[in-house]
């Protein structure tokens, strides 16, 4: 049922009623998992901006080789206005985008976790007084 409830936030990436009722080994279980596949989006949006140089290169040579001698600069600025290099732009801002998601949605469980240890902390110690 955890994993249920667990899965379920995962996909709709929206705070319910469920995450309120969370133990923390749920939250942990949870976090993890968000940042796991914080990980892997970031790997993915590095490797496409480690790219970016090759790739515009490989077009400057495809457009070089279809015409005749051009000055290097008007080169750059037509494999910049390639279709391929703008794809691949839109993926690099796509996944970087998804990657500050997660990033924040890992922060935020992982503060979720520390304000329940802070209060199970409380309620320790507000025991042991009474």
Same mark, same amino acid.
């Given at each position: 049922? %955890?994993?249920?409830?667990?899965?379920?936030?995962? @996909?709709?990436?929206? $705070?319910? @009623?469920?995450?309120?009722?969370?133990?923390?080994?749920?939250?942990?279980?949870? %976090?993890?998992?968000?940042?796991?596949? !914080?990980?892997?989006?970031?790997?993915?949006?590095?490797? +496409? /901006?480690?790219?970016?140089?090759?790739?515009?290169?490989?077009?400057? @040579?495809?457009?070089?080789?279809?015409?005749?001698?051009? $000055?290097?600069? &008007?080169? *750059? &600025?037509?494999? /910049?206005?390639?279709?391929? +290099?703008?794809?691949?732009?839109?993926?690099?801002?796509? !996944?970087?985008? /998804?990657?500050?998601?997660? &990033?924040? &949605? !890992?922060?935020? !469980?992982?503060?979720?976790?520390? %304000?329940?240890?802070?209060?199970?902390? +409380? *309620?320790?110690?507000?025991?042991?007084?009474?």
């Amino acid at each position: 049922m %955890a994993d249920e409830n667990i899965q379920k936030n995962i @996909n709709n990436q929206q $705070p319910t @009623n469920q995450i309120k009722e969370m133990g923390l080994e749920e939250i942990i279980h949870l %976090a993890n998992k968000i940042g796991l596949e !914080y990980v892997e989006k970031r790997k993915e949006a590095e490797r +496409y /901006e480690l790219m970016r140089t090759s790739i515009r290169a490989k077009i400057m @040579n495809r457009i070089e080789a279809a015409q005749e001698k051009m $000055p290097e600069a &008007r080169l *750059k &600025r037509l494999a /910049e206005a390639d279709e391929e +290099y703008i794809g691949l732009l839109e993926k690099i801002a796509n !996944y970087r985008a /998804e990657t500050e998601k997660l &990033r924040i &949605r !890992y922060e935020s !469980y992982k503060s979720l976790f520390d %304000a329940r240890r802070t209060m199970i902390s +409380y *309620k320790k110690i507000e025991l042991k007084t009474l």
